[in-house]
Structures are given as C-alpha cells and as structure tokens.
C-alpha cells in the first residue's frame, strides 16, 4: 500500500495550517492575497494525495476480492474433484471419470486430465473425424484443445468410472 501520499498529505495539510496561523500577523491585502493562493495550493495538494492513497486502497480491495474469489473457487474444487477417478477408457488416454456413487444422478462425463490439475473442470466432447474410408471417434477439450483418439469408429457414451473396464 501506498502509506506514502498519506504521509505527504498530512506533511501538505500541516503545511497549510502554519500558513493559515501566519496570515493573523499579515498587514497588507496584498501580503494576505498572495499568502491565501499559496494556502490553497497547500490544500489542492493535500486532496490529491488523499484521492491518490484512496485509488491506492480500493485497488487493494479489488486484489483482497479477487483473491476471496480465487480461495472460494479453489475450496469448492477441492470438493469438487473428489467425485472423479483417474480412468482409462480408451487405450493410450487417461481421462478422469465421473464415480457412479457420487454422481448425485449426474450423467456420466470424462474431464480433461490437463485441465483438472489446473483447477478448471472440462467436460471432453465427442467428435468422429472423417479420414479416407474410415472414421475415428475421437475425444477432445474444448479448454486446452488436446485430443484423444478412441479405437472406435463411433462416439460412445461415457461411463461411470465403475462401469469402464480398466484394462
Ligand atoms: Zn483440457
């Protein structure tokens, strides 16, 4: 934080009391006028130090939030993952597997492997790809965009991490 504008503020404000106290002593209009523009000019200073470490803290706050916000995601993950199990469906792909005992009648999804251990929960999509004479079913992320290719030629459903057979 920014505890420097405050100090220059109180420094500013302090400043322009000692003016104030000197202009009682002040003979002349002229002395007083000259002497009223500089204690304004204290005070113009003073406020902007004051909005500078105000700008300063609520920027501070905006961080505190985000990082609230950052905790709370995290925390609700941490529970969050526990219903997955790291699974192979097809050969040569890992993918982790909703668990039938705590899907609380969710369907049954496969999560990117990538992007579970960024914290970022992503449901792999299924797509066939068209090559010359034959297709392959294939599995991707929309996040990372990685891709994995099934030994079928057609999508098939997920499964419950209890009902793939592990091979
Ligand atoms: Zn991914």
Redesign the pocket.
Known sequence: MDFGSITTAVGSLKAAGELAKGLIGLKSDAEVQAKAIELNQKIIDAQHQIFAANAAQTSLLERIRDMEAEIAHMNDWGTQKQRYKLAAPFSGCMVYALQKSMSDGETPHYL?T??FHKGQP?ILQGRETHGPGRSTAVYY?P??K?EAKTQWSNVTAPQYFEDIKQG
């Open positions: 990117c990538t992007c992503t992320c996040t990372c990685s």
